[in-house]
Antibody, heavy 118, light 107 residues
């Protein structure tokens, strides 16, 4: 069974750093892309970027370029999304999702709620 | 970058009604269009990909059509369990932009 299991909810202060994770199982990690999607409170889905774990080739949405870093560790089948300095506007649910090359997101993680508040 | 525009942003219909949601791409995307359903408090799930291919397990009352820039998601007979927000997404190339969403409620 394909599973994407994300790390738990986080509460952080503005300016702090954060790295959340997405651990996959049930398929070969290096043969699918992993994407990240933001959903701000009461808002729609926003595509942030995507990584191909086999070679760590990464593409970011222009809206998120320079704001976050996407990475992956093949040895533990885990993808990451990280911030170096959080802002209150980063408060959102973040989803990871699996994508076969040239295709749609067919499996999603359960989401990680990130709350940034002073 | 290609923009994806959905309409309407919300709708209210009766059980059994036929419901149509449209998604327009600012440039042609061939048939690289998926539809997702997100029920309140839940994770999005794909309903339709390649414009009109139903994902396994999705009820046949859902259908998709279109090509190029104009696409449609149709629910042939709205059911209470279809209350959700529906999103289109282009996936021909990055950025894999989502539409703004259409919230479907029961009248």
């Amino acid at each position: 069974e394909v599973q994407l299991v994300q790390s738990g909810a986080e509460v952080k202060k503005p300016g702090e750093s954060l790295k959340i994770s997405c651990k996959v199982s049930g398929y070969s990690f290096t043969t699918y892309y992993i994407g990240w999607v933001r959903q701000m409170p009461g808002k729609g889905l926003e595509w942030m970027g995507i990584i191909y774990p086999d070679d760590s080739d990464t593409t970011y949405s222009p809206s998120f370029q320079g704001q976050v870093t996407i990475s992956a560790d093949k040895s533990i089948s885990t993808a990451y999304l990280q911030w170096s300095s959080l802002k209150a506007s980063d408060t959102a649910i973040y989803y990871c999702a699996r994508r076969k090359g040239g295709s749609f997101f067919d499996s999603w993680g359960q989401g990680t709620l990130v709350t940034v508040s002073s | 970058d290609i923009q994806m525009t959905q309409s309407p942003s919300s709708l209210s219909a009766s059980v059994g009604d036929r419901v149509t949601i449209t998604c327009r791409a600012s440039q042609g995307i061939s048939n690289y269009l998926a539809w997702y359903q997100q029920k309140p408090g839940k994770v999005p799930k794909v309903l339709i990909y390649a414009t009109s291919t139903l994902q396994s397990g999705v009820p046949s009352r859902f259908s998709g059509s279109g090509s190029g820039t104009d696409f449609t998601l149709t629910i042939s007979s709205l059911q209470p369990e279809d209350v959700a927000t529906y999103y289109c997404q282009k996936y021909n190339s990055a950025p894999l932009t989502f539409g703004g969403g259409t919230k479907v409620e029961i009248k």
